[in-house]
């Protein structure tokens, strides 16, 4: 059973630029989350789609956005990038809200130069 | 608010000592659930173990054991005789029962890392 895919792996972006995230989920899965891990911050949660719908959002500015596709694959974008958004951003998928246990990818690690 | 407290930025053990890993939460509500993950070097986030708040039994999985008590609001984490495999970083995670049917996100603690030194 594949796990969760995220790509890019790596990515390096100048500041001011927009970047474009993309996460698929377990096959059956239909909430997907999304975290970013910094050193100073730790893991902070973003924002979770299940069907389609933002279900929840953690407090961040709305340079931050995401979707979620009928194929429960979810993508997040970030916009005018700036030096502090470099950070490892992690993706999580469960089969629902109701908490099955969330399944982590290894995430894309954004470089803002 | 929720907040989980790891005190322990890093531990460092010689192999096969036990070692425990602290984890402290505050919430305000009485259903939630409680995580903990392990993130090897990788990156990726390992998921180790889930209680929820009406369940307080401990549980034990092979070398790796789980105090849950709500009096203290303390859900801690025991490796017994510890192996090198097992250096990583450690979270332990909280979510509340969303208002709107389901869970929040996880707001996870700092995290411990854990050296286990041959």
């Known amino acids: 059973k594949a796990g969760v895919t995220q790509t890019p792996r790596y990515l390096i972006k100048t500041r001011g630029q927009q970047v474009t995230l993309s996460c698929s989920p377990i096959?059956?899965?239909?909430?997907v989350s999304w975290y970013q891990q910094t050193p100073g911050q730790g893991l902070q949660f973003l924002f979770e789609?299940?069907?389609?719908?933002?279900?929840n959002k953690g407090n961040f500015p709305g340079r931050f956005s995401g979707r979620q596709f009928s194929n429960s694959r979810s993508e997040m974008n970030v916009s005018t990038l700036e030096l502090g958004d470099s950070a490892l951003y992690l993706c999580?998928?469960?089969?629902?809200?109701?908490?099955?246990?969330?399944?982590f990818g290894s995430g894309t690690r954004l470089t803002v130069v | 608010a929720q907040k989980v407290t790891q005190a322990q930025t890093e531990i460092s053990v010689v192999e096969k000592e036990d070692v425990t890993l602290d984890c402290v939460y505050e919430?305000?509500?009485?259903?939630?659930?409680l995580f903990w993950y392990k993130q090897p070097p990788s990156g990726e986030l390992v998921f180790l173990i889930r209680?929820?708040?009406?369940?307080?039994q401990n549980e034990i999985s092979g070398r790796y054991s789980w105090n849950f008590q709500k009096s203290t609001s303390s859900f801690n984490f025991t490796i017994t005789a510890s192996q090198v495999v097992d250096s990583a970083v450690y979270f332990c995670?909280?979510?509340?029962?969303?208002?709107?049917?389901?869970?929040?996100?996880?707001?996870f603690g700092k995290g411990t890392h854990l050296i286990i030194q041959p």
């Open positions: 999580a998928s469960s089969t629902g809200p109701f908490y099955n246990g969330y399944t």
């Open positions: 919430t305000r509500d009485t259903t939630y659930y």
């Open positions: 789609y299940f069907s389609e719908t933002q279900r």
């Open positions: 096959s059956g899965h239909r909430s």
């Open positions: 995670a909280l979510s509340e029962f969303s208002s709107g049917g389901g869970a929040d996100g996880l707001t």
């Open positions: 209680r929820n708040s009406f369940d307080e």
